[in-house]
């Protein structure tokens, strides 16, 4: 059974940062592209970031670019998102999302979500 | 960016209705659509992909069409499971956006 399990869930004040991780298991984790997906409060699900298998390539929505840095660990099946220079438009729940392929995008899986609160 | 429109925003049904949402691209995005589903306090679920691909274990009252910028998301016979709020994708291209969510409600 796929499961992707994450963590790091918190309040940081504005400007501070925080770093999530996604425990995966049930499926060869270094096979699949993995992403983060947001959703703040009361609205609607915004893509955050992608990485591929490998984890030699990385994308990011605009929104993010520059502050956010996801990476992977392939061999402890483990995804990472470090957030910094946070703002309260971060705040939100986020997915770990696992993909269809090693480059394929689809989001196949989700975790149960992690919750950020950006707030003084 | 492309940017994905839906419409509508909310639609109010009745168990056994069938129910049409609408997604637009900015632009041409051939077949790379994705449509979802998200319960109440739930993580989303995969139910179309490249627009008109079932997901495996989706049941068949789910169908997507379209191509280019237009796309639909079409549920037969509504069932009490069946309402949620459904969310377009686009995956052709980064970023990966969403629309805006359509809430279906009884």
């Known amino acids: 059974e796929v499961q992707l399990v994450e963590s790091g869930e918190g309040l940081v004040q504005p400007g501070g940062s925080l770093k999530l991780s996604c425990v995966a298991s049930?499926?060869?984790?270094?096979?699949?592209?993995m992403m983060w997906v947001r959703q703040a409060p009361g609205k609607g699900l915004e893509w955050v970031s992608a990485i591929r298998d490998s984890g030699w390539n990385t994308y990011y929505a605009e929104s993010v670019r520059g502050r956010f840095t996801v990476s992977r660990d392939n061999s402890k099946s483990t995804l990472f998102l470090e957030m910094d220079s946070l703002t309260g438009e971060d705040t939100a729940i986020y997915y770990c999302?696992?993909?269809?392929?090693?480059?394929?995008?689809?989001?196949?899986?989700w975790g149960q979500g992690t919750s950020v609160t950006v707030s003084s | 960016d492309i940017q994905m429109t839906q419409s509508p925003s909310s639609v109010s049904a009745s168990v056994g209705d069938r129910v049409t949402i609408t997604c637009r691209a900015s632009e041409d995005i051939g077949n790379w659509l994705a449509w979802y589903q998200q319960r109440a306090g739930k993580a989303p679920k995969l139910l179309i992909y490249r627009a008109s691909s079932l997901q495996g274990g989706v049941s068949s009252r789910f169908s997507g069409a379209g191509s280019g910028t237009d796309f639909t998301l079409t549920i037969n016979s509504l069932q009490p499971d069946d309402f949620a709020t459904y969310y377009c994708q686009k995956g052709n291209s980064f970023p990966l956006t969403f629309g805006g969510g359509t809430k279906v409600e009884i």
């Open positions: 999302v696992r993909g269809c392929g090693g480059d394929c995008y689809w989001g196949l899986f």
């Open positions: 049930g499926f060869t984790f270094s096979a699949y592209a």
